[in-house]
């Protein structure tokens, strides 16, 4: 749990430049390189077995995702000045954050990540 709380406190890091590769139906004279920047939070922790650090990475990973889906419901209420709206709003709102800033980097799409995030948000406390 502190640790968590650490990793959560932690400064949004460094810029580190990260190159992004196109694919483009353009003559390779043509090419442009692009890049963009990402900030990259790291976090350190020891451990003494590999089991343990094991349990803690997988823990760490699913408590920020489960922390980060609690957070996106909480930030479309206020944005939307708390008023009264249905899931499918809620839904359709958070399906355009989730694709504008790329977050929840899994299998599912926008609108599938948007739905578990509210379904898990109503059944925990």
Known sequence: MIAQMLYEAIDEGEQETKQVKKILL???????????????????????SRQQASFAAVFF???????????????????NGYKDMGVDELAAYMTEVIKTKGLFQNDMGAHKNAWAAILSGSFTH
């Open 26 to 48: 353009k003559p390779m004279s043509k090419l442009v390189d692009t890049s963009e920047e990402e900030k990259v939070k790291q976090y350190l922790a020891f451990s003494d």
């Open 61 to 79: 990973d699913a408590n920020h995702v489960r922390m980060l889906r609690k957070r996106l419901i909480w930030e479309m209420i206020v944005q």
